[in-house]
């Protein structure tokens, strides 16, 4: 049978499905990732994406953070693509239980999502790393350089996991309960190399594991079934049926 076939299929007979996924998610969108050929890591920096989106990194560079991560991260022009409204469809026809994602652009809630694990924290909660005010993306997008608290001076903290920083404990526990009891669990959209994150697909225990993405990854043979094609038509097919653009 096609693969998207067999997607579809698995998708009309499960009740319990979890989606975990990645930057790739979100390129449809015009948002780059890190590891395609157009993503951030073949791009000319200064330094890796990693090295600047590293705790130790924002403590000492300050400016060069914020300029990488306006330019970079900050997309608030980017709209839902077909993935994410599938997924946001999937959950509302009592399908979907959960997104995990490692994503950070706040998507799957603009496209309507309502149970999403941000395992890596949005770019849309921001808060003063003094006295916690909290402060909109728009203004971080606005100021030049580091931004001050609106209120008390300080500094204003994009509430992103940096590397070298821990994740969140409750969004850890909720995804890795979720996975753990999905009936399938599908994954799309990442190179899996991002640790502690990818780790937690190994919670899932069931058979229905799928996993979509346009390249191969190194976990590419824990899959049930294996789609190497994008993500927004595999999704957009298997709950609607098409993949016409
Ligand atoms: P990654 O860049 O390591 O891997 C992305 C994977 O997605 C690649 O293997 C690529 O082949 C695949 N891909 C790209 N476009 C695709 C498409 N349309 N359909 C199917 N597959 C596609 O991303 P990662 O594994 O998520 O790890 C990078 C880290 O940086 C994560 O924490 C990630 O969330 C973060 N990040 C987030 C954003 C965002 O919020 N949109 C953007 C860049 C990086």
Same mark, same amino acid.
């Given at each position: 049978?096609? =693969?998207?076939?067999?997607?579809?299929?698995?998708?009309?007979? /499960?009740?319990?499905?979890?989606?975990? !996924?990645?930057?790739?998610?979100?390129?449809?969108? !015009?948002?780059?990732?890190?590891? /395609?050929?157009?993503? %951030? *890591?073949?791009?000319?920096?200064? *330094?890796?994406?990693?090295?600047?989106?590293?705790?130790?990194?924002?403590?000492?560079?300050?400016?060069?953070?914020?300029?990488?991560?306006?330019?970079?991260?900050?997309?608030?022009?980017?709209?839902?693509? =077909?993935?994410?409204?599938?997924?946001?469809?999937?959950?509302?026809?009592?399908? %979907? =239980?959960?997104?995990?994602?490692?994503?950070?652009? @706040?998507?799957?809630?603009?496209?309507?999502?309502?149970?999403?694990?941000?395992?890596?924290? /949005?770019?849309?909660?921001?808060?003063?790393?003094?006295?916690?005010?909290?402060?909109?993306?728009? *203004?971080?997008?606005?100021?030049? @350089?580091?931004?001050?608290?609106?209120?008390? !001076?300080?500094?204003?903290?994009?509430?992103?996991?940096?590397?070298?920083?821990?994740?969140? /404990? +409750?969004?850890?526990?909720?995804?890795?309960?979720?996975?753990?009891?999905?009936?399938? $669990?599908?994954?799309? @959209?990442?190179? $899996?190399?991002?640790?502690?994150?990818?780790?937690?697909?190994?919670?899932?225990?069931?058979? =229905?594991?799928?996993?979509?993405?346009?390249?191969?990854? +190194?976990?590419? +043979?824990?899959?049930? $079934? %294996?789609?190497?094609?994008?993500? @927004?038509?595999? $999704? +957009?097919?298997?709950?609607?049926?098409?993949?016409?653009?």
């Amino acid at each position: 049978m096609d =693969k998207l076939e067999q997607l579809k299929n698995w998708v009309e007979e /499960s009740e319990n499905i979890v989606f975990f !996924g990645g930057a790739g998610v979100s390129t449809e969108s !015009g948002i780059p990732d890190f590891r /395609s050929v157009d993503g %951030l *890591y073949n791009q000319k920096y200064k *330094y890796p994406p990693e090295t600047i989106l590293s705790r130790t990194f924002y403590v000492h560079n300050l400016d060069e953070f914020y300029k990488f991560y306006r330019d970079k991260l900050l997309c608030l022009d980017a709209k839902p693509n =077909k993935a994410h409204i599938a997924l946001a469809k999937l959950e509302e026809m009592g399908k %979907l =239980k959960a997104v995990v994602t490692q994503n950070i652009d @706040g998507l799957h809630q603009a496209a309507g999502s309502k149970t999403v694990y941000e395992l890596h924290g /949005s770019i849309l909660r921001n808060y003063c790393l003094r006295c916690g005010e909290p402060h909109t993306a728009e *203004y971080i997008k606005s100021v030049d @350089g580091p931004p001050p608290c609106l209120k008390c !001076g300080g500094l204003v903290k994009p509430d992103v996991v940096l590397y070298e920083e821990g994740l969140n /404990s +409750d969004t850890v526990n909720g995804a890795i309960k979720a996975i753990s009891e999905a009936d399938m $669990l599908i994954i799309g @959209g990442t190179s $899996l190399s991002v640790y502690p994150a990818a780790g937690y697909i190994e919670y899932y225990t069931g058979n =229905k594991l799928v996993l979509i993405n346009k390249t191969p990854t +190194d976990r590419d +043979d824990m899959a049930d $079934l %294996l789609i190497h094609d994008s993500i @927004g038509k595999a $999704l +957009d097919f298997a709950v609607n049926g098409k993949t016409e653009e």
